[in-house]
C-alpha cells in the first residue's frame, strides 16, 4: 500500500517533485482540413485532406491578428445578395478538436477555413523557396520617402470567399484582396458537374492557389504587373498555374494512385507497357484526348462546369512553339507553351531518376509488368515528390535573378539557368540542361544571350568585385526599419557615382527609384549558406514616345557568416539589367511601342496604368 506524504507533489519514498508555473509553449502549427482538390472529386483519390499551416493566433473570419507583413484576412461578404456570413471562430474548442470543420460544399464556414488554409500554405511554401518573409504591394515612394504608409499599400490582404456571382476569381490591388466568385454550372456540364449546380471558386485548390501566386508575385515585382510585351501577361499566368500545378505533387495518396495507375509514367492517362519504353510520349508528354490525369490538370471543376470534358489548363498538351501560337497575344494560350516547358523539364528528370529505381527493382528479381509493386511505387512516389518540390523551388528562386521590368519568357530561362548555378554548381543530374533543351524545342530563346549554351544563359557575374560599403543584412526576419534607412542611404552612396550608373546600364541623366530590397538566406546543395541583398532600380524618362522603363536587378553577397562581415567583403556580383539605351534600349523601345499600339493604347498612357487587370483576364477563362 502507497502511503501519501503530507506535502503536495511528494510520494512516499520518492524525490520531490516542484510545481511546474509557467505556461505550456504556444502551438506552433495548426491543422486544418480541405478539399485536395475540389469538390467534384468527393471523397474519392485522397480527395480530403489536413494542412498543417502556420500557427497565428485568430479572430473570427478568420482573421490573422499576428501583424505580420504575410497578414490575410477572411471577409465573407456576398456583394451580389448584399449579406454577411457568419464568420468560423477556428479557435473554437469544438472545431480545434476536429482538425477544422468538414469539407463540405454546402456550409459557408468550412469555405472561409479552405480560403485561410491554403492561402496560408501558399505563403509559407514560397517563404520557405525564397528564403525570406515576403510581403504584399507597395505603392512607389522615394527612398527618403518620411515613415508611413500610403493608401495604396496592402499591409492585410483580404480574401472575399463569395464576392461576386460569376464564374471568375482575381487578384484586384484596388479591393486589396483576392475576390472569389460562384456561379451555376452549364446544361451541357461534363464530368463530375451536375448541370445547374452551384460552383464555388473558393473550394478549388488550384483556383486558391493561384490567385494567391499573383499577389505574391505583385508584391515581390511590382512592375511585372505592366504590360510592356505580351509575355507579361502570360507570364503572370503560367507562374501561377507552375505554382498550384506543383502542389498537387504534395498530395500522397493522389500521386501514389496515380502512379499506380500509370506505370509510373505521370504525364499519361492510363497503364500502357514498360513504364520506361514510351519514347516518343517522353519526349513530347502529350497526353492525348480524354486523359483525366488529376496531377496535370488545372481546375478540373471549374473547367467540367463551364461544358468542357477537362480541367481549366492542363500542364502538358499538343507539342507547341512560340511560332505556332494561333492567339499571340492572348496570355493564357502563351503562357501554356512555358508551362509545358517546365513541366517536360520535371518529367524528363523524374523519368531519369525513376530509371533507376526500375533497374535496382528489376536486379533484385523484379518481374517487369503493367501494375507496380508497391513498394516501388512507394519509391517513385517519394522520387516525385522530392522532384516536383526542387522544380518548384526552381522556379521561386530564379524570381531574384529576373530584371526589374518588361518581363520576358527568355529572362526567365536565364534566371533559372543563373540561380540553379549558384545553388548546386556541380549539377550531377544535368537538370540545367533538361531545362534548355525543353526550351530551345519549344522555341523560347532569350534575344540578348550569347550562346545558347549552359555558360551562355547564365547572366554574367562581374568580373571585378565592387565593393559595396555600410550595407546592414538584418536577420532572418527581415530589416528593422533604421536598417532599412541605413541600407537606402548606404545603396544612394553606391549609385552615385557615374562609372557604376555606367556598369550597371543606368541612364546618368534619368532619374531613378528603388522599388524593393531585402536580404536572402539560403543554404545551397553543399550545405553553404549565401547572404545576398537583392536590390531593384528603376528608372522612368519623361520624354519617351510609350511608357518605356529601364533599370537592373543588383544582388549584392557578403563572404560573412554572421551578416556583418567585414566592410570589404560585401560585393556586387551581379547587374541584371534593362537598359534605356544602346542597341538593347532601341530594341526594347521598338518592340514595346509595336505590342501598345497594336493594343490600341495610346503613346501618352502612364506605365502604371498598363497593370494587368486580372478581372478581365480571368474572366475570359
Not at 505580351?230 to 504534395?250: C, K, N, Q, S
Amino acid at each position: 500500500m502507497i502511503q501519501r506524504s503530507g506535502r503536495p507533489g511528494l510520494m512516499a519514498g520518492d524525490r520531490f517533485m516542484p510545481r511546474i508555473n509557467h505556461l505550456p509553449e504556444p502551438p506552433t502549427r495548426r491543422p486544418l482540413r480541405v478539399f485536395a482538390f475540389d469538390p467534384s472529386r468527393g471523397r474519392r483519390l485522397g480527395n480530403e485532406m489536413a494542412i498543417n499551416v502556420r500557427y497565428r493566433p485568430l479572430a473570427p473570419g478568420p482573421v490573422d491578428l499576428s501583424g505580420a507583413r504575410d497578414q490575410i484576412a477572411v471577409l465573407d461578404y456576398d456583394a451580389s445578395r448584399k449579406k454577411y456570413y457568419r464568420p468560423v471562430d477556428l479557435d473554437d474548442p469544438g472545431i480545434l478538436m476536429s482538425n477544422g470543420l468538414a469539407p463540405s460544399e454546402a456550409d459557408p464556414r468550412f469555405h472561409q477555413q479552405m480560403v485561410y488554409a491554403v492561402a496560408s500554405d501558399t505563403i509559407e511554401q514560397f517563404e520557405h523557396a525564397l528564403g525570406r518573409r515576403i510581403h504584399w504591394h507597395r505603392a512607389e515612394r522615394p527612398l527618403n520617402a518620411p515613415k508611413g504608409w500610403l493608401p495604396e499599400d496592402i499591409l492585410c490582404l483580404t480574401l472575399f470567399p463569395h464576392a461576386l456571382h460569376q464564374a471568375n476569381a482575381f487578384y484586384s490591388p484596388d479591393a486589396h484582396g483576392i475576390l472569389f466568385g460562384y456561379f451555376h454550372a452549364s446544361g451541357s456540364a461534363a464530368g463530375l458537374s451536375i448541370p445547374g449546380q452551384t460552383v464555388f471558386t473558393c473550394l478549388s485548390h488550384d483556383i486558391i492557389v493561384h490567385e494567391m501566386t499573383h499577389a505574391i508575385l505583385d508584391g515581390m515585382r511590382s512592375h511585372f504587373m505592366e504590360q510592356t510585351n505580351p509575355d507579361v501577361a502570360a507570364f503572370h499566368e503560367a507562374f501561377a498555374d507552375l505554382a498550384a500545378l506543383f502542389r498537387h505533387f504534395t498530395h500522397r495518396e493522389v500521386l501514389l494512385d496515380t502512379i499506380q495507375r500509370t506505370g509510373g509514367r505521370l504525364y499519361t492517362p492510363a497503364l500502357k507497357g514498360d513504364p520506361l519504353g514510351d519514347m516518343a510520349s517522353q519526349a513530347w508528354l502529350d497526353t492525348g484526348e480524354g486523359s483525366s490525369n488529376p496531377l496535370i490538370e488545372l481546375a478540373a471543376q471549374f473547367g467540367e462546369a463551364m461544358g468542357s470534358r477537362q480541367g481549366l489548363r492542363s500542364a502538358i498538351g499538343t507539342p507547341k512553339t512560340m511560332k505556332e501560337l494561333v492567339q499571340p497575344m492572348d496570355c493564357h494560350e502563351r503562357g501554356s507553351i512555358l508551362v509545358a516547358a517546365v513541366f517536360e523539364a520535371f518529367f524528363n528528370i523524374y523519368l531519369q531518376r525513376a530509371a533507376r529505381l526500375f533497374q535496382i527493382f528489376r536486379s533484385a528479381g523484379g518481374v517487369d509488368r503493367e501494375d507496380v509493386a508497391t513498394p516501388l511505387a512507394d519509391a517513385l512516389c517519394d522520387e516525385a515528390m522530392r522532384t516536383a518540390d526542387q522544380f518548384f523551388r526552381s522556379c521561386v528562386r530564379a524570381l531574384d535573378y529576373l530584371p526589374p521590368v518588361d518581363i520576358t519568357f527568355g529572362d526567365f530561362l536565364r534566371a533559372v539557368m543563373t540561380s540553379e548555378a549558384d545553388h548546386d554548381p556541380a549539377d550531377a543530374d544535368g537538370i540545367r540542361d533538361a531545362w534548355m533543351q525543353s526550351f530551345r524545342r519549344r522555341e523560347i530563346l532569350p534575344e540578348d544571350a550569347p550562346f545558347f549554351s549552359l555558360d551562355g544563359l547564365r547572366w554574367p557575374q562581374l568580373q571585378d568585385l565592387v565593393s559595396v560599403q555600410n550595407l546592414p543584412f538584418g536577420g532572418p526576419l527581415g530589416l528593422s526599419y533604421v536598417e532599412r534607412r541605413q541600407t537606402a542611404a548606404a545603396l544612394e552612396a553606391f549609385l552615385d557615382p557615374p562609372s557604376i550608373k555606367n556598369l550597371i546600364c543606368l541612364d546618368p541623366s534619368v532619374y531613378y527609384d528603388i522599388p524593393s530590397f531585402h536580404p536572402l538566406y539560403r543554404t545551397d546543395r553543399n550545405g553553404d549558406v549565401r547572404w545576398d541583398l537583392i536590390v531593384e532600380v528603376v528608372q522612368t524618362p519623361k520624354d519617351s514616345a510609350y511608357p518605356l522603363r529601364g533599370g537592373a536587378t543588383l544582388i549584392i553577397s557578403t563572404h560573412g557568416t554572421d551578416g556583418g562581415g567585414a566592410q570589404n567583403s560585401t560585393f556586387l556580383r551581379y547587374a541584371i539589367c534593362k537598359p534605356l539605351h544602346g542597341l538593347g534600349g532601341a530594341r526594347r523601345a521598338q518592340r514595346q511601342a509595336a505590342f501598345l499600339e497594336e493594343q490600341g493604347i495610346d503613346p501618352n498612357t502612364p506605365a502604371s496604368s498598363l497593370r494587368i487587370n486580372f478581372a478581365l483576364v480571368h474572366g475570359g477563362d
